[in-house]
């Protein structure tokens, strides 16, 4: 029973890493690759960089009233968390066009930022954990209807999706963000 013990354990493990070897992760040609938003028109926002000090810690003196406060934490919300939650949200869009500058793109750039923003599956992907400073915004239209909105943090390279048809964990290997990075700022 000894001597069946070892060759018990070897059969087991040569199957088990038989299997693994087997895995192989592909990845999706562009072609294939499924949309995370069907739209046929985008706006791109920029943060304006003279209104940027505006959402750091230092620009609330104690002397603000509870208004200024909440408004503060608003913007910084906007700036750095997960806001809005909803595509029709007005204070957002009020931020936005007080805050950030208006670039619409052309056909090409749309095309590209299709193919961009699709599902594929990778080898690798990269994780940030530092706090995004969401100086860019996409507004996606689809028959003057706004059907997504795509906060990004090009220096954490981190993203924040609202409105996307699916699951969008895939998103985020370092060629995603510098061919977003180049749609966006040619």
């Not at 069907?38 to 230092?58: C, I, M, S, T």
């Not at 608003?74 to 805050?99: A, C, M, Q, W």
Request: aromatic share 12%; with cysteine.
């Amino acid at each position: 029973m000894k001597n069946c013990i070892p060759f018990l354990l070897l059969a087991i493990f040569l199957s088990c890493s038989k299997t693994a070897s087997n895995k192989t992760v592909k990845t999706i040609d562009h072609k294939q690759a499924l949309p995370f938003f069907e739209f046929d028109y985008a706006e791109h926002w920029r943060l304006n960089p003279l209104k940027e000090n505006e959402f750091d810690g230092q620009s609330i003196k104690e002397n603000k009233n509870e208004a200024d406060i909440q408004r503060h934490r608003d913007l910084r919300n906007i700036f750095s968390g997960h806001s809005p939650e909803k595509l029709n949200d007005d204070k957002f869009f009020t931020v936005l066009s007080e805050y950030y500058t208006l670039n619409n793109l052309d056909k090409s750039r749309v095309n590209k930022l299709k193919k961009i923003l699709t599902d594929r599956q990778y080898d690798l992907l990269y994780t940030s954990a530092c706090m995004p400073m969401y100086r860019d915004v996409l507004i996606l239209k689809k028959a003057d209807s706004v059907i997504g909105i795509v906060k990004i943090c090009f220096e954490c390279q981190q993203i924040y999706f609202l409105g996307n048809r699916i699951n969008t964990k895939n998103f985020g290997t370092n060629k995603d963000y510098n061919n977003l990075w180049k749609t966006l700022h040619p």
